[in-house]
């Protein structure tokens, strides 16, 4: 039985994930309107598989017959600079949410929940990634400056990413 602090922690995670899935649509908007359509496929992307990373801990919750408690989610960010300054943000962002996945795991070590323990690990290795695909990115802009003709071709490989659904495994 998961108790209420760790019931409470991920409840929170839930909403921070759907707040994530916001902020990226707010930045792919912004993207989509400076006519970057690759970045703004890219972070359009990261957004749904917020909502899968939000999704997976629903559904473990059930699973686990653990009331689900959906609070209000905060209105993101909607102005921004430049796509380096995005992504700086997507990094701040992202080390945010892994020091929330970092207390998950230390709560239910301290509440001997070692299912939710175990659950975690996937979020865990899900935020190494999330962070070094923004750490890349963010070298990569500031490798070329504002070079018109390097940001167009890191546009098209920003525009290959495709969406695929986020399974636990
Ligand atoms: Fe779900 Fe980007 O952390």
């Not at 703004?40 to 997976?56: L, P, R, S």
């Not at 380096?84 to 990094?91: A, D, N, P, S, T």
């Amino acid at each position: 039985m998961i108790s209420d602090k760790v019931k409470d922690i991920l409840n929170e995670q839930i909403n921070k994930e759907f707040y994530s899935a916001y902020l990226y649509l707010a930045m792919s908007a912004f993207f989509d309107d400076k006519g970057l359509y690759g970045f703004a496929n890219w972070t359009k992307v990261q957004a749904k598989e917020e909502v899968d990373h939000g999704m997976i801990i629903f559904d473990y919750m059930v699973d686990r017959d653990t009331k689900i408690q959906l609070k209000q989610i905060d209105v993101p960010e909607n102005d921004f600079k430049s796509p380096v300054q995005v992504f700086e943000k997507i990094l701040e962002h992202e080390r945010y949410v892994t020091s929330s996945i970092e207390a998950i795991a230390n709560l239910s070590l301290d509440e001997c929940d070692l299912a939710t323990r175990n659950f975690i690990n996937w979020y865990l290795k899900e935020q190494v990634e999330e962070e070094k695909n923004a750490t890349d990115i963010i070298t990569k802009l500031k490798l070329f400056g504002d070079e018109k003709a390097s940001l167009y071709l890191l546009n098209e490989e920003l525009a290959k990413r495709e969406y695929h659904k986020h399974e636990y495994d």
